[in-house]
């Protein structure tokens, strides 16, 4: 399970969500933004955006209690406060690598972090130092042991970037949480279809079916007839993404306990 947690400022906490033994659960504090809180760029220096409840101490005590829980930021997102964030190409490449890998050490020690998520949804024209940047980023935070987990979230509008990225660096991405919800497909039908699409631009067996809570795209039980049609195709359901826990509270985490079901029901049937 991938689920996105922090992003919209509520009051959310962890141990609120329902985490079933026997699957991974990533959960994924957002955002943490190379920039201050003005929006300005600080050349690689990450500082964490999520909402305040979740402190250090309640991600050691849900991993404490949840040892199949592991924590992940992500980087980035669309923006902060109403500002848009977008990647842009550091004047000085080992800089930004070098800033970006000691602010993301400092807070993977302080927040007890397992791995980083990718989630730049912004690209200037000329946009090839992402993939070289965000890639030799992985490589060495896993190479130095910080994290052991490796995601990307890339949605239409950002496939080329991403492309690169996986092209280049796929051995050190675990999964791709590609952003289903933004294809649009409502229908169990055309979400098999779209996931054969982006199947192919990545790797089918790290690319992970999404839903949005409350969202766009496919919604409702829909959802699970699509997971299922998916394994009927022969693509195996090797996870499920959800945004966000910040939506699911209202509903009492429905999709994250239906997920979670599905997913060990076809753990249980292979
Ligand atoms: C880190 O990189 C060095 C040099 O390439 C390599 O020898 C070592 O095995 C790597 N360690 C890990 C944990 O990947
Ligand atoms: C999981 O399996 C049980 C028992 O067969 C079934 O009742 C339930 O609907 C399944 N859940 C999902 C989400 O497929
Ligand atoms: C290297 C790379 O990702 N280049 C892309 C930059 O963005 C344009 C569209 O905005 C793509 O067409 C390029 O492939």
């Known amino acids: 399970m991938m689920e996105y947690i922090g992003a919209t400022g509520v009051p959310v906490k962890l141990e609120a969500v329902p985490v079933e033994g026997g699957i ?3 959960f994924i504090l957002s955002f943490a933004i190379d920039a201050d809180p003005s929006g300005n760029t600080q050349n690689g ?72 998520d990718i989630d730049y949804e912004n690209f200037p024209r000329h946009n090839s130092s992402f993939a070289y940047c965000i890639g030799e980023l992985i490589t060495l935070l ?83 007839d699509a997971l299922s049609l998916l394994e009927e195709n022969g693509f195996g359901v090797n996870g499920v993404m959800i945004f966000s826990a910040d939506a699911s509270s209202s509903n009492d985490y429905y999709y994250e306990r239906k997920s979670q079901d599905f997913l060990l029901n076809s753990t249980v049937s292979v």
């Open 45 to 116: 220096k990450f500082s964490p955006y999520w909402a305040d409840t979740l402190t250090p101490e309640s991600v050691a005590a849900m991993k404490k209690s949840h040892p199949n829980v592991k924590a992940l930021t992500s980087l980035s997102g669309w923006s902060l406060g109403d500002k848009v964030l977008r990647w842009y190409t550091p004047d000085d490449t080992q800089q930004w690598i070098s800033n970006a890998f000691s602010s993301l050490s400092s807070m993977a020690q302080q927040y007890h972090l397992d791995g980083i």
């Open 142 to 224: 896993k190479n130095q042991s910080v994290i052991s987990v490796a995601t990307i979230a890339p949605y239409h509008k950002t496939i080329a970037p991403y492309i690169e990225l996986f092209e280049n660096y796929g051995d050190v991405i675990d999964f791709v949480n590609y952003q289903f919800y933004t294809d649009k497909v409502r229908k169990p039908k055309s979400y098999v279809e779209a996931f054969k699409i982006r199947a192919g631009q990545f790797d089918k067996e790290k690319l992970l079916p999404s839903y949005e809570v409350n969202g766009r795209g496919i919604q409702g039980d829909a959802f699970f």
């Open 24 to 26: 991974d659960f990533h």
